[in-house]
């Protein structure tokens, strides 16, 4: 199955499969109706980055991993659990994004 850079239709049918929504995609991150986690596409066309917010509880963020890998693998993806992430607000009212690899965080 060929997969295209940056596949944001396959993102949704994963979301699907976890009743959970894409509510905004930007650039190479794609942000969930709730917040707990985010993806990002990397530089394989086949591989999303995983990251967790920072505030989800650890047995809920393993839980949803492991339901996550098993719907990209249904679609011929490939998830990889990067780390953690943070939104924090700058002063000019934009979000920013924090990211926190698994040897930081």
Known sequence: MHIPKRALGIVREIADELNHEVTYAYEDLVFMDHNAYLLQFSDK??????YF???CPDEEADE?????YAAAS???MHMIRKGHYELAEKPDNNLEVKFFNA???
Not at 45 to 50: E, K, Q
Not at 64 to 68: E, G, S
Request: hydrophobic share 35%; net charge neutral; aromatic share 0%.
């Open 45 to 50: 066309n086949d591989t999303l980055n995983l």
């Open 53 to 55: 917010n920072i505030e």
């Open 64 to 68: 949803m991993a492991n339901k996550l």
């Open 74 to 76: 249904q679609k011929q």
């Open 103 to 105: 040897k930081e965080a």
